[in-house]
């Protein structure tokens, strides 16, 4: 297949998979199979692309045009196709584990739970892939409507309550700023297009571009610089593999993604580097990390603790790229990917001993590794990984931020990063701790490990954590593709 | 030869097709006229419309009599593009009356309701095609008449107090219009509107113009419900049959609007409308009123065809909002909102008549687990829900697109940022909906599981289909908007 | 400029005003319809007057005659007219149906009688 053909096919299958997931509700075991069957087909085609753009070339494809100069249209750049790639090889791994999860628990409404993850991931792909800012902005709000049915699954006032939070702060912030600033963007530059080197180079005053970075930054509310992090433990209600899709797979990481888009391909890094005005990033970045580190260590329900981890490694990404040298633009590409594997492998551990045991809170997790050795092996694995230490993946994404931010002679960001893998590991490591080192509580009833696919999906994430760091080559290489057009 | 007499054809058809209908008192052969009728008027407006992007404007005269003294038909940019949702309306409301109702009147009223309906078709597509002031004013009452009785028609008896209501205003309304034009009138001697805009330029004495200018304002104003003289919207649209909701909701103040638009721009001009007298700054200030005490408002209604109604008020603050911004991107904003308003909120309420078929009425206490019970009625009025938010991807996206724009090329950021706050709302009254049909479970009063008759669903999912595809493919609508704001601004200067 | 050789100005004035007071002030469905035709019926004057020269004759070309009335006004009026009076006809049919429906033909009790039924199909 073309480039052109093999973009068609990662945007249209997840749909027919979704149209067929609808239409086989009725068989769970053919509904399960077309997931698995589309999810292996996407992550093919999304991997025929790689060869093409580690070569350098930017497959497209124009659609049609939406508005007057602008169009609905997709190119594959490195950064893009980076998360692409994340995104649907975690979602084989994320249908695997659900299967196991929504079976053990006896969910309902699975056939709209797997339609509606079917149709996130064809959001994501558009995400991934647009061309320009109008594509990306459709599939961004596209991603926050499909993924909303999966937040409320249950139905109840609390999932009403947190699809209400969910909803209000992502349409609230993309709606009301990250639309205005578009359209500014508009109507200063006259192209929305995703250009190196970025497309706002002396258009406007600084001001201005001040005004519309931080109308950027917080609009793109799902990369949750605090003060619009609510939304992320809100979120919470959901079933685990939901939680998985937003933290690892999709949502989040759409949203760092497009800030890094909008920070090297709109403003362009030469710009932002000459621009007082965006001085205040990397501060707001680093009060995020260091604040949400803070609340992670004080919460004892496991969810909510890894939530709050997830809104402290994201800013890692935005204060990587904010700090606008091409060795932390590397960095934090390469952290889209590193978190992805880890966290997801976090939140698999923690719906394993949920559906396991029924446990929900750290201080509950004596002595339970002996009980489920692989799934908190798993666990320790990515713990490894989001403290940054070898030999996981984490370490080599914190590698390059640490390095560029030294090589700029950031210290403060060198200090809020040393200061955040402290808190990491304080928050982290008491849990391997009372896993393997703590007696069982006397009364807890006896459990083995999670049923079988889930057990399996998580082994799996914690083997890529560690094989992405002794093999990190092809992403590498996409990373430094984009840090050399930073 | 034929297609020389178009433009009166437009009007012609659907006018004698109402008596047509009379004379034949069944039900089934009426349905068939008012359906050729509208279908011959939507096609004669597709000609239209690709004949001014052709060759530019249209005048026909009525009789062959020549303006000033005759009548004349104009179809330009603006007027064909009305004249395109006017009849496209009608031609997907009257095949979802065909079920909708003859379950809402008793059968021997049945044909007499094909008669309003064509008669007012005739009206709102004569407001719209006339070049000629004082035909506005007969057409406009030949409309508003029979839309009286097409309200009236409603099942509860608070329809008639509505119907009441009503026509009280809109007579008061059409009765300042033909005040305001009497007044112009007797200022420069003429009545057809491309002569009254050439005369008036030469009119010394201002006064009496600024008059006729107030009473035309006020009598249209009334008619577009533009806050505050929306009064009687809400019950007008919440008490009707549905099919006349949602073709009233459609087309009637979209024309009005299309007459406000004509008389600034076309006839006093922008000079005197903006410089003499600070319309836009009024226009601007019950714009903005409208859209947050109305949104408001509808946030609090227990009801879904009166939270819509209410939305609508809204939805006509953005149009004139984008009136008074009098910029070639506020002016493609208000047109290009014109349609796709007009398309969003016919599917909504054809949807909701639907519901009101299944449910008895549109309460929403009566739509609980509503997503189960009617599952394609639900998702389409989510999908136009959507719309009215102005999500990518739907129509209502690219009108909020251009109004943030104007703002934004204007200089008026904490416009823009109205704009988009006021959005907010609409999602939230829209998710009341979204969370009653999909988050609670159905009990009693949920009607049983099962669509609303084909009939009617294909319609409304007709227009649903059409707010996702104006939503991608704007070259249609944005470029004949683009083109009637030029026009408009061209005329102005 | 006197008050006199504006007279027909001030009678169209005198019955807009009085006809727009009945339809606000008056809670009786009927009243209001009256103040409404009165208020229509202003308008009638206010065309036609200014078309009558005096002295003028209808516009039938002939040497003997010098000046002529506008005949445009009285056309356009006699449509009004009929507007007119279709608008009274509907609106008295509503009120026939209204009381039918609600025993009343005042507003205030018809309001209420909406208030106090709430659901009635």
């Known amino acids: ?486 | 030869m034929t297609f020389a007499h178009l433009p009166a054809l437009e009007v012609v058809v659907p006018l004698i097709a109402a008596p047509l209908t009379v004379l034949i008192r069944r039900s089934a052969p009426a349905w068939a006229i008012a359906a050729a009728a509208c279908s011959f008027s939507f096609v004669a407006a597709l000609l239209l419309a690709a004949e001014v992007a052709a060759h530019g404007p249209i005048s026909y005269h009525l009789g062959s009599w020549a303006p000033p003294w005759g009548i004349e038909y104009r179809v330009d940019a603006l007027s064909a593009f009305v004249l395109v949702l006017v009849s496209g309306m009608a031609t997907v409301t009257v095949p979802y009356a065909w079920r909708s109702i003859a379950a809402e009147l008793p059968r021997d009223q049945v044909y007499l309701f094909y008669t309003m309906f064509c008669l007012c078709l005739a009206g709102l597509l004569g407001m719209t095609i006339t070049g000629d002031a004082f035909n506005l004013f007969v057409f406009m009452e030949i409309g508003s008449l029979s839309s009286y009785v097409l309200i009236a028609l409603g099942r509860d008896r608070r329809a008639q107090y509505a119907s009441y209501q009503y026509l009280v205003l809109g007579t008061i309304g059409a009765t300042f219009y033909v005040i305001g034009i009497g007044i112009l009138y007797l200022a420069t001697g003429t009545l057809n509107i491309a002569d009254l805009a050439q005369r008036l330029q030469h009119v010394e004495n201002l006064r009496p113009v600024l008059a006729g200018l107030a009473f035309i304002t006020v009598g249209v104003s009334l008619k577009l419900a533009l806050y505050p003289l929306h009064l009687w919207l809400p019950n007008a649209y919440t008490y009707a049959p549905s099919a006349v909701t949602a073709f009233l909701a459609a087309t009637a103040t979209k024309v009005s609007v299309y007459v406000l638009l004509r008389f600034y721009f076309s006839v006093f001009g922008l000079h005197l409308v903006s410089v003499t007298l600070p319309m836009p700054e009024i226009l601007l200030v019950l714009s903005i009123v409208a859209i947050v005490s109305a949104s408001l408002v509808a946030l609090y209604q227990t009801d879904l065809k009166r939270l819509f109604a209410y939305s609508s008020v809204a939805q006509i603050g953005y149009i004139t909002l984008g009136m008074s911004l009098t910029s070639r991107a506020g002016l493609t904003a208000s047109v290009v909102h014109l349609f796709n308003h007009g398309i969003t909120k016919g599917a909504l309420f054809l949807l909701l008549g639907g519901v009101a078929l299944r449910a008895g009425r549109t309460g929403l206490d009566r739509v609980h687990g509503l997503g189960r019970a009617m599952p394609l009625t639900s998702l389409g009025i989510v999908i136009a829900g959507l719309s009215l938010i102005g999500v990518p991807g739907t129509a209502g996206f690219v009108s909020k697109w251009y109004l943030v724009l104007a703002a934004i090329e204007a200089g008026r950021w904490w416009l823009a940022a109205f704009v988009v706050a006021t959005s907010l709302i609409a999602v939230a009254y829209v998710w009341r909906f979204v969370e009653a049909a999909y988050l609670s479970e159905p009990d009693e009063r949920t009607p049983e599981p099962g669509e609303a008759p084909l009939a009617m669903l294909l319609p409304a999912w007709l227009l649903v289909a059409a707010c996702v595809y104006f939503g991608f493919d704007t070259s249609y609508t944005v470029e004949a908007a683009r083109r009637a704001a030029l026009l408009l601004l061209g005329a102005a200067q | 400029m006197s008050v006199a050789s504006h007279f027909s100005y001030w009678i169209t004035i005198l019955l807009m005003v009085a006809g727009l007071y009945i339809v606000i002030a008056r809670g009786n469905l009927v009243k209001k319809l009256i103040g409404l035709s009165i208020f229509q019926t202003s308008v009638y004057l206010l065309y036609i007057a200014p078309g009558k020269l005096i002295g003028g004759t209808a516009p039938i070309i002939s040497p003997a005659f010098k000046i002529y009335s506008n005949p445009l006004p009285h056309v356009l009026i006699l449509t009004a007219i009929v507007v007119g009076v279709a608008t009274l006809a509907l609106g008295l049919a509503l009120v026939v149906r209204i009381r039918e429906a609600y025993g009343s033909i005042e507003e205030d009790e018809i309001l209420a009688a909406d208030r106090a039924g709430g659901d009635s199909e």
């Open chain 1, 1 to 486: 297949m073309s480039p052109a053909q093999l973009i068609v096919a990662s945007l249209a299958l997840p749909l027919a998979g979704a149209a067929g997931i609808a239409l086989s509700g009725r068989w769970p075991n053919l509904r399960e199979g077309v997931t698995l069957t589309t999810a292996v087909a996407l992550f093919a085609c999304v991997l025929g692309l790689l060869p093409g753009v580690l070569g350098g070339a930017l497959p497209q494809l124009f659609v049609l045009e939406m508005l007057p100069g602008i169009a609905l249209g997709f190119r594959v750049e490195p950064l893009g196709m980076l998360f692409a790639l994340v995104a649907s090889g975690l979602w084989i791994v994320n249908s695997i584990y659900s299967i196991g999860y929504m079976r053990a628990n006896e969910e309902p409404h699975q056939t709209r739970f797997y339609v509606c993850f079917a149709l996130s991931l064809a959001a994501t792909i558009g995400i991934a892939f647009a061309s320009n800012l109008l594509t990306m902005f459709l599939f961004y709000e596209a991603l926050t409507l499909v993924t909303y049915p999966l937040v409320t699954h249950h139905g109840d006032a609390e999932a009403r309550a947190g699809g209400r939070t969910y909803l209000g702060y992502l349409l609230g912030t993309s709606i009301g700023l990250l639309l205005p600033a578009i359209i500014a963007t508009w109507a200063i530059a006259g192209t929305l297009e995703f250009t190196p080197g970025g497309i706002l180079g002396g258009a406007a005053s600084n001001a201005a571009l001040g005004g519309l970075l931080a109308l950027y930054m917080f609009g793109i509310g799902k990369a949750a610089l605090m003060p619009v992090h609510r939304w992320l433990p809100a979120a919470m209600v959901a079933p685990t593999p939901v939680s998985a899709l937003l933290h690892a797979v999709a949502v989040v990481k759409a949203g760092v993604f497009a800030v890094v888009k909008v920070i090297v391909y709109v403003f362009g890094v030469g710009t932002l580097a000459k621009l007082r005005a965006a001085d205040w990033l990397p501060t707001v970045a680093g009060f995020t990390i260091i604040a949400a580190s803070v609340v992670a260590l004080y919460s004892d329900n496991l969810k909510r603790r890894l939530a709050y981890s997830t809104v402290s490694q994201l800013s890692y990404v935005v204060l990587a790229a904010a700090l606008l040298t091409p060795l932390t633009v590397v960095g934090a590409v390469m952290h889209i990917a590193a978190h992805a594997v880890s966290k997801i492998t976090l939140f698999f551990a923690a719906g394993a001993i949920y559906t396991a045991s029924g446990k929900t809170e750290v201080s509950q997790l004596d002595g339970i590794g002996r009980r489920m050795p692989w799934t908190l092996g798993a666990f320790s694995i990515a713990v490894l990984s989001m403290i940054g230490l070898p030999p996981a993946v984490g370490f080599v994404s914190k590698w390059y931020i640490l390095a560029g931010a030294v090589g700029a002679a950031r210290w403060t960001a060198v200090a809020v990063i040393a200061l955040s893998t402290l808190l990491n590991a304080a928050y982290f490591a008491p849990i391997v701790y009372r896993a393997f080192l703590r007696p069982p509580a006397q009364a807890a009833a006896a459990h083995g490990e999670a049923p079988v696919p889930m057990v399996a999906a998580l082994c799996v994430t914690a083997a890529a954590t560690l094989a992405l760091f002794l093999y990190p080559g092809p992403l590498l290489a996409l990373a430094r593709l984009v840090g050399r057009m930073a």
